[in-house]
Every structure is written in C-alpha cells, then in structure tokens.
C-alpha cells in the first residue's frame, strides 16, 4: 500500500488494466490463435503468412457481438468480448468473440464496431 506524500509511492508502477491482465490476455492469445488457425483453413494461406492486423479486447454494443446476422434478435445489453483482425493474401479477415466463446467470421459489410469506450489491448 502507498502513502501519499512518501518516496515509495514514485517507485510503484500503475496498475495493470483489468482488460490485460492476465486470464484476459491469456485468452486474447487464445482468441488470437483460433483465427488464425481457422484463416489458414479457410483461405489455404499457409499460418506463418498471415498477419494479425489488431487483436484487441473489445465491447461490444449487443449479444450480436458486432456481427448481427439479418432478421435475428439479440440481447440489448454491453458484452465483453475480443476482435481480430487478420490479412490473407489481399483478404482481410474479422473474428469476433465474447469472453468465453470462439472467434467467429464476421462477414465483410456486415461487421459493427465495438462500442464507445472499448477496452483495447
């Protein structure tokens, strides 16, 4: 603990965020790694020639997580969740999950972005 006003206080680094420290980022690596191995499959680019763009702890606005599909109602409440992005080739790949389940393909045209306010990592 640190006392205002005492040396020891300069010496102390900030908190560690709650979105990045550790089981969150264990499982952002793991949400990160799941597209990846679904993007090699689905486009046939080797894995070690695919580039992460961003791979991020996000909010998402619904239980749509950023990806609703036409005609479907979804809860109207924030979710915790990740988004990756990735290129293939000239492909650009983008995976969204909650806290717990696996990335999925969001299809291009019809991704929304996090909300406002989100926990980028």
């Not at 998402?60 to 915790?80: F, R």
């Amino acid at each position: 603990m640190c006392l205002v006003g005492t040396a020891a206080c300069a010496t102390e680094p900030p908190p560690v965020p709650p979105a990045i420290a550790g089981p969150a980022m264990s499982r952002l690596e793991s949400v990160k790694e799941a597209a990846l191995v679904d993007a090699a499959k689905r486009t046939g680019v080797s894995r070690n020639l695919l580039e992460v763009l961003s791979a991020e702890a996000v909010t998402w606005s619904d239980g749509s997580l950023g990806c609703p599909m036409p005609g479907m109602m979804y809860t109207q409440a924030l979710v915790p969740g990740f988004r990756v992005r990735i290129r293939a080739g000239g492909k650009e790949l983008d995976y969204h999950a909650g806290r717990t389940g696996a990335p999925v393909l969001c299809p291009a045209g019809r991704a929304i972005p996090p909300a406002a306010g989100d926990d980028r990592i």
